[in-house]
């Protein structure tokens, strides 16, 4: 028989069931203190102290603090999924709205980290490739979506639009000075539809 994993020991250890709400807890401290303090700053000593747990309780659910780490990412950092809206200015929205969900929502600074820091990392480098590779492939389906309804010419650069558009997200998002990161939150919405109106104008001949 296969030998038990880290998660059914955590379970047996106590000899009563997992709290999904400490879970859940002890995963948003993992990405806020990565968030905040990066790898070099990461530890299970700091996640208990964000969660207001003992350290034994990570322990229990996981073996390394490489572990913790990447279940906190995954479940809480969340990649871009295709979205047929019908239209490609939907779609495009819909996707920019994604961008915008994981660069200035509340797993920003982590997402932000894992570009910099998966390097460094056990394991983070594939999740990010994972995340980047997803991101791709589901953006390529809607701009080909486009093409074959007509909506964009055939010969069309999807490299060239979607590097526009998602540099022009995470630029925007990053360039915002703190004094005026509230006022660019609020007008995030109508910022996506202007930026897909004015890339989708000049695309056409």
Known sequence: MPAPSHHD???TATGRPRDP?????IALAAVAVFGEAGWAGFSVESVARQACVGKASIYLRWETK???LLDALAAHV???VDADTGSLRGDLIALARQLVEL???PSRQAALRMML???????LAERCDELRQAQVKAARAMVRRGIRRGD???DSSVTLLLDTLCGGVIAHILSTPQHLEEAVQA???EYTENLVGFLLGSTRP
């Open 21 to 25: 709400e400490v879970d859940r807890r």
């Open 103 to 105: 660069y200035a929502g």
């Open 117 to 123: 820091e998966a390097p460094m990392i056990p394991g």
């Open 66 to 68: 490489e572990r913790l």
């Open 78 to 80: 969340a990649p871009v």
């Open 9 to 11: 020991r955590a379970s």
């Open 152 to 154: 964009l010419p055939d």
């Open 187 to 189: 007008g995030l919405d």
